[in-house]
Every structure is written in C-alpha cells, then in structure tokens.
C-alpha cells in the first residue's frame, strides 16, 4: 500500500481565498483524522470520521472550516475564507477498525503545508 | 477535562540513555501512545502501552502507570538519527463512538549531542 495519500503538499494562497485539502487514507482503514499542527499548538484534532460518517468536528475552529468524505477513499478539509492565522501543517490519519490488527496505530500523510498571505 | 504534558525539550549525548515523560489528566483512557517526527516529515508510529508496565521495542521502551497517571520512553545507545520530536498520544473516553480519537500532547524536542 502507498500508504496515506495527501495534497497539495505545499499551498501558497491569498488572505479569502478557497482553500481544499485531500486525503485518500489506507485501503481498509475504517477510521480518518484530520490534524493541524503548529508551534504553538502542537498536533490539533479537527476532526474524524468512521466509516466515511464525521463522528466528532468539535475540534474544528469555526465555521469557515469544513470536512467531507463522499466515500471510503477520499477526504477534503476545506477553508473558506483563508485566513493568515490557519497558516499551519495538516495532516491527515487513518486507522483500521477496533477488531483489526493495529487498531491502536495510526498512520499519518505526508502533510499539507498551508501559508496563507 | 483531556491534557497531556511533556517537557518541551530534553538533550541528551549520542550513545546515553534518556528518558521522555508524559504525564496526563483524562478521567480515564484506552491507552499510551509514543510517536515520533522527525523536521519536516510527518508523525510515526512508535509504540503502544494497553496495560501498565514496560513494553521494550528494540532501543526504544515505553511505560504506563495508570495509578500513576504517567508514562514515559526510553531511548537507549542514542544515535544522532534519534534527533526528533517524540510525541505521546491517548484514546479518552466518550460515549458512542466518541473513544476512537486520538489526541497528543504537544511533544518533546530531542536534541542529542555528539
């Protein structure tokens, strides 16, 4: 497996622009995370979904961020508009379900650096 | 409330033993996670306590006392390859569902001296 799958690596963009972020996670992996990390505030949970079905987004900032996941192999994370202050590293995970093997390991992507000017 | 402290930095010799700690505030938990990243790459998967006591991973151990409300990793012949972050990680307790997430403390900077 190539493991999980994120783009774009690097996003430069303007202060009220659209900004979407992918994630195609594990094949058989039942559970995704979406984290932002950033000096100050260390690795931030945002938000997950089982099943393709969002379970907790109580750690998405505000309402101009938005997640989906249409279906078992593909999540955007969604910012709109961009502001300076979501200038971060985001991350997604995935993991299998609770009966199988590793259901306590998560593996992240490659990240997504955003900077927003 | 779900907290994790660490220390921000510890430093250490290449070869030598060091010692992260992760203590934590949850009102229970599913159990004690270690991650580590190095600058510019993405967190990995190091090691998972489910019960208290010592699990050993080649150079790398990690502890749990639950009583204690503690953890820590174990680094030992340190290389210079060890320079990274490491990170601890818990599964908190909810309702529905809501046990499955994972949440980190804000890590510990390893830096290793030649």
């Known amino acids: 497996d190539a493991g999980v799958i994120q783009s774009p690596r690097h996003e430069v963009t303007e202060m009220g622009q659209e900004v979407t972020l992918r994630c195609k996670p594990i094949s058989g992996h039942d559970y995704l995370f979406w984290y932002r990390q950033t000096m100050m505030r260390g690795l931030e949970l945002l938000i997950y979904f089982n099943n393709n079905v969002p379970i907790d987004d109580s750690g998405m900032p505000e309402d101009r961020f938005s997640a989906k996941m249409p279906n078992a192999s593909f999540s955007t994370l969604k910012i709109q508009p961009s502001e300076p202050r979501d200038s971060a590293v985001y991350f997604c995970a995935s993991r299998p379900g609770q009966g199988g093997s590793g259901a306590n390991v998560l593996t992240f992507g490659a990240g997504s650096r955003l900077t927003v000017l | ?114």
């Open chain 2, 1 to 114: 409330g779900q907290s994790l402290e660490q220390p921000s930095e510890v430093t250490a010799v290449e070869g030598a033993i060091v010692q992260i700690n992760c203590t934590y505030q949850t009102s229970g938990f599913y159990g004690l996670s270690w991650y580590q990243q190095h600058d510019g790459g993405a967190p990995t998967f190091l090691s998972y306590n489910a019960l208290d006591g010592l699990e050993e991973t080649g150079r790398f151990s990690s502890f749990l006392s639950r009583s204690d409300s503690y953890g820590y990793l174990l680094l030992q012949e340190l290389q210079m390859k060890d320079s990274a972050s490491y990170f601890c990680a818990v599964r908190p307790p909810g309702g529905r569902n809501r046990d499955d997430k994972i949440i980190f403390g804000k890590g510990t900077r390893l830096h290793i001296l030649p």
